[in-house]
Structure formats: structure tokens, C-alpha cells
């Protein structure tokens, strides 16, 4: 009986040693990654807070209705934006919206992405990337309430993924009270 005491608590020991010598080997991994610059973020580009809204620059009304929208730029020519449009082939979350090049067509980019056919913009002679000043694909543009908040550059799917809002859509029926909400607050809290 004594013996299997002693067998329980030393595979015990050997459990919680174990534990924290992993523990202490992804702490010394996250900090050789910031000390190399290998951190997996997004990022920002020269798209200043505030200077322009998402209808000057031609984006659908329906962007500025929510109160954080994620503008997804793509392009035919990266290999990047091919994946991380196929993460989005059964349908996107309702504040993403994707901006497309007319030139060359993105044929291919609107077969993955047809079942969000009704967020794509093509846009037309670039005057969406033009007006932003923003040629850098794949990247991400971040809104609220149609003001554009910041622009990142992405080089994964999962860069795209830590930048999609957590916020509830706007229901249709309460785009009419749109002045009365607060941009500062999301509406899960409100």
C-alpha cells in the first residue's frame, strides 16, 4: 500500500516537473521571437485615423452602418491573397467586406469568394487603392461607423484573423438609429 503512495506521488512529481519545464520552454520561444522580430503581426501602413471616411473613398454605405467593418484588399498576383481568400470560401463573418483590382480580372478570386458576392468590390481603375494611397496587397483596412481607423499589411491568414471584428453587426432595422449610438461603444455592451 505504502509502495503505491510513493508510485502516485513521484508520477505526480514527474507530471508538474514536466508541466513547467514546458511551460518555461514557450516562455524562452515567445521571448526569442520578439527579440528576432518573428512575431507573426500585422503590419500598419501610412493610412492616417480620421482623414477620410469609407464613402468618400467609394465603399459601399453599408460599411459605415457597422460599428467595426475590416476592408480586405486582394489581388490576383499574390499567392498570400489566394489563401486567404480560400479561409473564406463557405462565407464570411457579415463586417467583412473584400476589395478586388479590375485588372487583370479576378476571376479566380470571385469563384473562391462567391458565396460573399454581395461584399466584393471591384474596384474600378483604382480609385479605392488610388484615394488611399494604399498599393500594398494583401491588406486590411479597419473601420468604425465609416471612419477609417487604420490600414495593416498582412502576410498571413491568421494576421487577418487577429484584425476581424468582435463586434455585433448592425441589424438593418436599427441603421435608422445610427446617430443615437455611441462610436466609442460596441452593441453587445450597449
Sequence with gaps: MIWLSLAVAAIGL??????????????????IRR??????????????????????????????LEPAATVVFLSTKCATCLAIAE?????????VWFVLPEHPEPRQLLEVLSSSAERIIVDKNDTITNLLGLHVTPSALITSFGQIREARALSSTRQLQALLPTVLPRQASSASSAPDQHPGRSLAGA
Design 14 to 31: 514527474v507530471v508538474v516537473v514536466s508541466a513547467s519545464a514546458l511551460v518555461e520552454v514557450f516562455r524562452q520561444l515567445a521571448e
Design 35 to 64: 527579440a528576432l522580430h518573428l512575431e507573426d503581426e500585422s503590419l500598419p501602413l501610412g493610412v492616417k485615423s480620421g482623414e477620410l471616411s469609407t464613402e468618400e473613398i467609394g465603399l459601399p454605405a453599408s460599411v459605415a
Design 87 to 95: 479561409t473564406f470560401r463557405g462565407g464570411t463573418p457579415p463586417a
